[in-house]
Each structure stands twice: as C-alpha cells, then as structure tokens.
C-alpha cells in the first residue's frame, strides 16, 4: 500500500494506491492528514484494490478528526467492490464521492 501527501490551494490530496488490509494500515503514517484535518481532504482511489475492517478503521479516526476540526473526506474514483464495502459498513453516509 501507497499513500500519497499533498496541499494544494487549501486541499489536501491523498492517493491511495493497492491493498488497505490489516499489515498495511499498521505501517501507514496518517499523520499528515490528521495535521490538515480541519481542510477539505481529497483521496483518489483509482488504485485501491482492497480494503479490510482495519484499512476503515483507519479512515473513520481520520473521519473522526475531520469531523471534530470542521474539515471533509472526498473519495473519487472509487471502484465498484470498495464502493459494496463502503456502503455495507455505513460509510458512505461519512464521506462524500465523486
């Protein structure tokens, strides 16, 4: 699993790339976006191919952040499979999608 950090024009953008499963969530360094969670955050998903209850444990304390700081998740381009496991575990009331 890769992910990616950048700020633009007051965004943060993330790219989320391979498998967000219980071994990759333990080693990813979210503290980028937890420090910008007062800001829209924009995660392009394109190359998510997988997401495990750890990987959306992982996005709901950084929902949890955006939440309390007044910022915002985007999902985009996001894959039929990983949209089934957003909508089965309720997530897709959290973030918005494009």
Avoid: W
């Amino acid at each position: 699993m890769n992910i990616e950090f950048h700020v633009s024009d007051g965004v943060v953008y993330g790219s989320l790339d391979g498998r967000l499963d219980t071994i990759s969530a333990q080693t990813i360094d979210i503290s980028d976006f937890i420090d910008n969670a007062d800001k829209k955050i924009v995660f392009d998903c394109t190359n998510l191919t997988f997401i495990s209850s750890t990987g959306l444990r992982l996005l709901l304390a950084l929902y949890k952040e955006c939440l309390a700081k007044g910022g915002s998740i985007t999902m985009k381009a996001v894959s039929p499979l990983i949209m089934s496991v957003f909508q089965i575990s309720g997530f897709v009331n959290m973030f918005s999608f494009e």
